[in-house]
């Protein structure tokens, strides 16, 4: 870890997001974002793996719903009043 911060201004961010966002991500470091002097935000970069983490807490506290009903193609293009494309299998 650095002894000095990164400070970027808020118009710097705008122009350059990618490459901020990126020196952030490679630094391991967070960085403080300015807007017209007066520190507005910090950017902290995420541990490597947390998406997963994430996601699986998320889903532990939000478990998806099991479908009352699965339906066959064939039933959803009936209730859509639809007929389905033609087999290119199937010569006819």
Not at 28 to 57: C, D, K, N
Not at 73 to 90: F, G, H, I, R
């Amino acid at each position: 870890m650095s002894d000095t911060a990164k400070v970027f201004t808020l118009r710097a961010l705008s122009q350059d997001t990618a490459g901020i966002m990126r020196d952030i991500y490679e630094s391991g470091e967070p960085a403080f974002i300015t807007h017209r002097g007066p520190f507005v935000a910090l950017i902290v970069p995420l541990p490597a793996g947390i998406e997963s983490q994430l996601l699986a807490s998320y889903l532990e506290e939000n478990p998806i719903p099991e479908p009352e009903k699965l339906f066959s193609t064939e039933e959803v293009l009936a209730s859509l009043n639809m007929n389905p494309p033609p087999d290119p299998d199937k010569k006819g």
